[in-house]
């Protein structure tokens, strides 16, 4: 089954430092895995799964378009910044790993790096409180939110 992303690679760029210029696929792979990860361990299993089929189906509508839209979203693309900026400056070539360097730039220090992926994770956990409080308001909405048994992944109600 394919993943279906809970956010498009503009909103990265519209939404953090990410310049417009920047090769959606050089952080593509960081959103799904911050879906995967981050997203997923918050909504548990059904509810993610539900909201996959539904972006897949072209279905997403009511209550669960509005959960993707103003809580989900902000947090996925936080998280994914935080997931993409330690491997922002590297690329893995033929040659080996590299890292890029632009003629009229002066590259950052490893804690310069380490503030902004600081910063993003602070943005993506308020974004995520705010996630955990409209849910504890309005479970009954979703019941997904609260169906997983066995295996699934049960929501994650802390934020840090």
């Known amino acids: 089954m394919a993943t279906a992303l809970f956010i498009k690679p503009i909103d990265i760029k519209r939404n953090t430092i990410i310049d417009g210029s920047v090769d959606v696929d050089k952080f593509i792979q960081f959103i799904k895995i911050a879906q995967q990860i981050h997203v997923r361990n918050y909504l548990g299993s059904d509810l993610y799964n539900k909201i996959s089929s539904?972006?897949?189906?072209?279905?997403l509508t009511g209550d669960y378009l509005s959960l993707v839209n103003t809580y989900i979203q902000p947090m996925l693309i936080h998280f994914a910044m935080v997931d993409y900026l330690p491997f922002a400056a590297y690329q893995v070539k033929n040659g080996g790993v590299f890292k890029h360097s632009s003629e009229n730039s002066e590259t950052v220090s490893k804690n310069e790096v380490d503030y902004l992926v600081n910063k993003e994770r602070e943005f993506a956990e308020y974004y995520t409180r705010r996630f955990i409080d409209y849910m504890a308001n309005n479970q009954?909405?979703?019941?997904?939110?609260?169906?997983?048994?066995?295996?699934?992944?049960?929501?994650?109600?802390?934020?840090t």
């Open 54 to 59: 539904d972006i897949i189906a072209d279905s």
């Open 140 to 159: 009954n909405l979703f019941p997904e939110y609260t169906s997983n048994t066995n295996e699934d992944i049960n929501p994650d109600k802390d934020a």
